[in-house]
Structures are given as structure tokens and as C-alpha cells.
């Protein structure tokens, strides 16, 4: 197994939105720990666990944990319009040796609530499913079917046909956490593109799934994950 899945971990330091945030630290742990730790815990990979940065701190903290940091990325691909697909793009051209494994399964530092469990289960249902692509994802809080546009400060439905109706009436809609993506690697460089339809779903509750992007978001994480503040 050890020679057919492989993990990347994304973690730049250049966020836009809250600084170093992969750095920012609950219960004493920086937030690239969280990954790494599930992902050495799922034992689906033996020490292929990478850290993709452009950051000499990121790579000595992920380093510290375990993971492999082979090389230090170019800055363009931490700031915008590069996303994470370029980042994965990128690991195999610079290592292309893992091109031959089957599997790359890329996990969000952002997401620190993810458990080995939820990498094993998403890889069973992955396995099942006959599919080359998996991504998690989380129930919304509100039906998606009722959203609606602002436009000169007038509310436009999305879907006209379901504004009407109550939440009860109306299918649950879910929306991609990022917290894990599964790829099958021959088809992801083929493709160059996360969505390779079909795309199976796992979900994670929404309990779990905190995508930290603002210090809202991190202050939230840490409530819940017990890390209170004094």
C-alpha cells in the first residue's frame, strides 16, 4: 500500500487573509501538525507524507513532525491566481518519481478538526465507488436551493422555482470543505484539474469542518478543540 498513496499537504505562509496561519498554534500544536498527525495515523502511507511550501519555518516545523519537505516551492505559487492544483501540479513535476503511485490524497492544514478515520473512510468509499476523484464536503447550514443574489440591493433568487419553499421540503445541498481530496494521479496529470467527473462525496460533519481563513475562523476552531482562551 505504502507504494500507491501518497499525501500532500499545501501550506503556504503568504495568506492573504490571516498571516501564517499554518503556523497559528491550538493546544500547542501549529495547525500543519493537525494533518500530518491524520495522515501518519490513517497508515495508508507509509513516510510519503510531503509538505508543499515556500516557507523555511513551514518546512522546519513540518519537518519536525515527520513529513517530507524535498523542496522549497517557487513564491508564485502561494499567492493568487495559483491554487491548489498548481501546487500538486508543481510536486510532480519537481519529484516525478511519484508520478507512477495510484493515488494522491491532498489534505488542508486549514481543516485541523480532520481525523485518521476520516481519511481511512474516505479512501473506503473512494475504493468502492469506481471513481477517479473524492472530495469531502459538508452539509450546509441552509439550503443552498433558497440562496439569492444582492444586485443593487435588490434580492434575486438563484432558483426562482424553490424560494417559496420551506427547508423541510427541499433536498439537503452540501458544499466542498476541502478538507481531503482524493486523485487518481494518472488521471490528474492527464487532466490538470481537481474535478474528474464523477466526483464521489464523504462527508464530514459540520461539527469538524472549520476551514480557517480569517481570525474568526481560528478562534472558532479553537473553542471547539478545547483550546480556551485565558
Same mark, same amino acid.
Given at each position: ?6 499525501? @500532500?499537504?499545501?501550506?503556504? #505562509?503568504?495568506?492573504?487573509?490571516? =498571516? $501564517?496561519?499554518?503556523?497559528? &498554534?491550538?493546544?500547542?500544536? /501549529? ?45 508564485? @505559487?502561494?499567492?493568487?491566481? #495559483?491554487?491548489?492544483?498548481?501546487? =500538486? $501540479?508543481?510536486?510532480?513535476? &519537481?519529484?516525478?518519481?511519484? /508520478? ?57 433568487? $438563484? ?72
Amino acid at each position: 500500500m505504502f507504494n500507491k498513496n501518497i499525501c @500532500l499537504i499545501p501550506a503556504k #505562509a503568504s495568506s492573504s487573509r490571516l =498571516a $501564517l496561519k499554518n503556523l497559528l &498554534k491550538i493546544n500547542g500544536k /501549529e495547525l500543519i501538525y493537525y494533518g500530518i498527525n491524520a495522515a501518519f495515523n490513517s497508515r495508508l502511507f507509509g513516510d510519503n507524507i510531503f509538505v508543499s511550501t515556500e516557507s523555511l519555518d513551514i518546512k522546519s516545523v513540518a519537518e519536525g513532525y515527520g513529513a517530507k519537505v524535498p523542496y522549497l516551492r517557487d513564491q508564485k @505559487l502561494s499567492i493568487d491566481p #495559483a491554487g491548489v492544483v498548481d501546487v =500538486a $501540479l508543481d510536486f510532480f513535476e &519537481k519529484v516525478p518519481e511519484y /508520478e507512477t503511485f495510484e493515488n494522491l490524497f491532498i489534505i488542508l492544514p486549514s481543516a485541523p478538526m480532520i481525523l485518521a478515520e476520516d481519511i481511512l473512510k474516505a479512501y473506503r468509499v473512494y475504493c468502492d465507488s469506481d471513481t477517479r476523484c473524492l472530495m469531502s464536503v459538508t452539509e450546509t447550514e441552509h439550503s443552498a436551493l433558497r440562496s439569492v443574489y444582492i444586485r443593487k440591493q435588490v434580492i434575486v433568487p $438563484l432558483f426562482d422555482q424553490y424560494i417559496n419553499k420551506k427547508s423541510q421540503e427541499l433536498e439537503s445541498t452540501f458544499q466542498i470543505n476541502g478538507a481531503i481530496t482524493i486523485l487518481n494521479v494518472k488521471s490528474f496529470i492527464q487532466q490538470r484539474s481537481y474535478f474528474i467527473h464523477p466526483i464521489i462525496g464523504y462527508e464530514i460533519p459540520r461539527k469538524r469542518s472549520v476551514d480557517i481563513d480569517t481570525k474568526e475562523d481560528y478562534m472558532l476552531a479553537k473553542f471547539l478543540m478545547g483550546d480556551y482562551e485565558k
